[in-house]
């Protein structure tokens, strides 16, 4: 499986990332308009003026509480939802004015896997027709012999046994399930891969095979990852970057190294000592923030910023105005008043 | 007086399927102090929740107790009676449950609830005193403004919040022991520590047990006294949290805590535990980790391994710790 299309200079990502953006995100705005249940409509804005780059080989981290928008933004991205306003450029392209026939040729480049392994595959196809269909749709299989080799070969990549593919889901474990996921993405030879909770529907010992089978896909393929997550532990493990999500908004952007170190907005303090810590001398001593309330409702947001009622540091000012995301130091990006300040 | 809260001793849960004996929990014995956490670690189907709700009663069919007994505060709660069971459950052990969306009744309100489980309790009580005892419990579980949120229906509370309902309705009956049952895993991380740290406040206050059920070793490492981890329906090893973390001995804890994401090491490549989950229907002969075991001699195949105690109190269930086993290997346990 050579990646033909891809022009990733072969010098790995650590050098090539800086220089090549493989996905622009310019003020990406994703609402949704809800009746209530008394007939009142209501718009949720789920993502909320989002922008922020990703780069070619890069794996780029997205966390945050459910509702706070990660999944939406993933998926948006692809144009799975139609964004109601803002640009995604791919590889210098504007996707988002991109008529259906012209797209298919860019769906080809970005792909998605999936959290639940047990929902995303149909359970009345065989392995071969999973993995196959993707081929099917994008003309890669030449004959019948080309689509069964390729069909072969992908799992194999993705440490399946060969005998598996006339097989059904239900024969399968949850792992394994998420192995045809990946062989049904990497199948059609795709540049971007949002991986939306790959890991979190399994059992913890079979987490590690997985992450571990991504990350050689990614080496082997010069695959870029978005990798949606709320483990913050499972992030720090897999991303370069990582961003923090908060009702709709990224309020944190940094190296992933520099944001476990070094956090700046006080939501990203608080989630990570809010994360469980497997080792009990540490856990036991340290000090928790603990967070007050709960994420509020997208459908009515506070004013200003909208950490602000659960930000143990809220000032009028944060009632008043909404932060701006801005670099504070080399590729930190912050939304907070009082970024450094704490 | 007697020491332990709670003994259980080689017990035996099995489901009757169609397919065939399931046997979930293949004799487990251990004991549990008042006042102390226990955390029970494992995967799915290891166990660990049947293990728990056995205690409870709440072992429906086509499961059923196979064997073993297990002595709560000196009564053996397989010979209750249903009275005494009855008062047992509810009043001595209570029990939270990982989702807390469907543990309560939809159509009355929590003020209705928790009332019940204060009946339950209590027998006779007045109104006035019901309405102040349940304030009092939604106070503690940290409720605000409960008189106006006794009033609420579930769906008016957020996940959060549902489950510290339940956790006042579990401490309604002051009991000597709470299982918690994956009582987090439904929850945002932020959400989590609350309710940890909720968790924490009123074992501080109330001094009752608790048992921690959950697959997350990040929170028995902060909450729990002593762990014991299961793997295909028996105990593989148990002992205190410091030595469970410090100096893990069976392969398959070694295995679990290596494939944790270290959060202070990036970069370096994960270590998995092979293979896939046990197939319950069809146990192996012997040691049922023997299949993903990097350790596995000719001896884990065909016979299941005893018990070994170490000096610090620690029991082990692996032929590595066997006299007879080969005195490399500790060495061979790094592969």
């Known amino acids: 499986m050579a990646n033909n299309e891809s022009k990733t200079s072969p010098s790995g990502y650590n050098s090539a990332r800086k220089q090549d953006v493989l996905i622009e995100v310019k003020n990406l705005k994703q609402y949704f308009n809800i009746k209530s249940s008394l007939g009142k409509k209501a718009t949720v804005k789920a993502v909320d003026d989002v922008t922020f780059n990703i780069y070619k080989g890069e794996t780029l981290g997205l966390v945050g509480e459910s509702g706070s928008g990660k999944t939406t933004l993933g998926r948006s991205i692809l144009r799975i939802y139609e964004p109601t306003a803002g640009r995604v450029i791919f590889s210098g392209v504007d996707i988002t004015k991109l008529k259906k026939g012209k797209l298919l040729h860019y769906r080809k480049k970005m792909q998605y896997i999936f959290q639940d392994p047990y929902a995303s595959l149909d359970p009345r196809m065989t392995v071969s027709d999973i993995v196959g269909e993707a081929l099917d749709i994008h003309k890669l299989a030449t004959s019948k012999k080309d689509r069964a080799e390729k069909i072969r070969e992908l799992l194999k990549l993705v440490g399946l046994n060969t005998e598996h593919a006339s097989r059904y889901p239900h024969e399968f474990s949850g792992g394994q399930r998420q192995r045809i996921g990946i062989a049904r993405a990497i199948a059609v030879e795709p540049e971007f891969i949002v991986c939306d909770e790959p890991v979190s529907a399994l059992d913890v010992s079979i987490r590690a095979q997985i992450i571990n089978t991504l990350e050689e896909m990614q080496e082997r393929l010069n695959l870029t990852y978005l990798f949606i997550s709320h483990d913050l532990g499972v992030v720090r493990h897999t991303c370069d970057r990582v961003g923090v999500m908060y009702l709709g908004h990224i309020v944190e952007l940094v190296e992933s190294e520099e944001l476990y170190k070094n956090p700046l907005h006080p939501y990203t303090q608080a989630l990570l000592t809010a994360i469980p810590e497997p080792d009990p001398e540490v856990a036991k001593k340290r000090n928790r923030i603990i967070l007050k309330g709960e994420i509020p409702s997208p459908v009515n947001p506070p004013s200003g910023c909208k950490f602000r009622t659960r930000c143990p540091f809220a000032k009028d000012i944060c009632k008043k105005e909404i932060p701006e995301f801005k670099e504070h130091g080399s590729g930190h990006y912050v939304a907070c008043h009082f970024a450094g300040k704490l | 007086m007697n020491k332990e809260l709670l003994k259980i001793n080689d017990l035996k849960v099995s489901f009757f399927t169609p397919a065939g004996e399931v046997k979930a929990v293949n004799g487990i014995s251990y004991s549990l102090e008042p006042g102390k956490v226990l955390g029970i670690v494992g995967e799915s189907g290891s166990g660990k929740s049947v293990s728990s709700y056995s205690i409870m009663g709440l072992i429906d069919k086509p499961g059923k107790i196979v064997g073993g007994s297990i002595v709560f505060d000196g009564k053996d709660v397989s010979t209750m009676t249903k009275a005494e069971r009855l008062n047992f459950a509810g009043n001595e052990v209570a029990m939270i449950f990982q989702d807390p969306m469907t543990c309560l009744n939809p159509v009355f309100t929590i003020g209705n609830q928790i009332a019940e489980s204060l009946i339950h309790k209590y027998g006779k009580i007045s109104k006035e005193e019901l309405k102040k005892r349940s304030i009092e419990l939604l106070t503690l579980v940290g409720i605000n403004e409960p008189e106006k949120r006794l009033a609420q229906y579930p769906h008016e509370f957020s996940g959060g919040m549902r489950q510290r309902v339940m956790i006042a309705m579990a401490l309604a009956g002051s009991p000597k022991l709470l299982i918690a049952d994956e009582p987090t895993t439904a929850l945002d991380v932020t959400i989590q520590a609350q309710i940890l740290e909720l968790l924490k406040d009123i074992q501080k206050k109330t001094g009752m047990a608790i048992i921690l059920i959950t697959h997350d070793l990040g929170i028995v490492a902060d909450m729990a006294d002593d762990i014991i981890v299961m793997y295909g329906g028996k105990i593989v090893e148990q002992g205190s949290v410091y030595s469970i973390f410090n100096s893990p001995r069976h ?71 066997d006299s007879r086993a080969n005195n490399n290997a500790e060495v061979k346990n790094n592969g």
């Open chain 2, 251 to 321: 392969p398959y804890t070694k295995g679990l805590l290596r494939s944790l994401p270290d959060l202070n090491k990036k970069g370096e490549k994960l270590i998995p535990i092979q293979g896939n989950p046990i197939d319950l229907l069809n146990l192996p002969k012997g040691c049922s980790f023997a299949p993903r075991c990097g350790n596995c001699m000719k001896v884990c195949i065909n016979h299941m391994p005893e018990e070994y105690s170490t000096e610090d109190g620690h029991r082990v269930s692996c032929w590595l710790y």
